[in-house]
């Protein structure tokens, strides 16, 4: 049986960006799941499990971001 994948685009809204300590927040929810999690913006991909990885997104406010969740509890992680 094939996993589900979940995709959701999201707008980052915060005026700081998504910085280090929301960055941090993404991380440790992102680890609490199975599933594997990645970020991407304009065709770059990332580890969503990855604090350092998410920095290097440089996402400021306004950013699209994909989210991308690949496992027994995708839907969950999204």
Do not use: C
Request: charged share 20%; proline share 4%.
């Amino acid at each position: 049986m094939a996993e589900a994948t979940v995709t959701r685009i999201v707008v980052v809204s915060n005026p700081q960006g998504l910085h280090a300590r929301p960055a941090e927040v993404f991380v440790k929810t992102a680890s609490q799941y199975q599933a594997k999690i990645e970020v991407n913006k304009a065709g770059y991909r990332v580890d969503g499990k990855s604090i350092l990885n998410i920095l290097t997104l440089a996402a400021v406010q306004g950013t699209q971001l994909s989210l991308e969740a690949t496992g027994p509890d995708a839907e969950a992680a999204l």
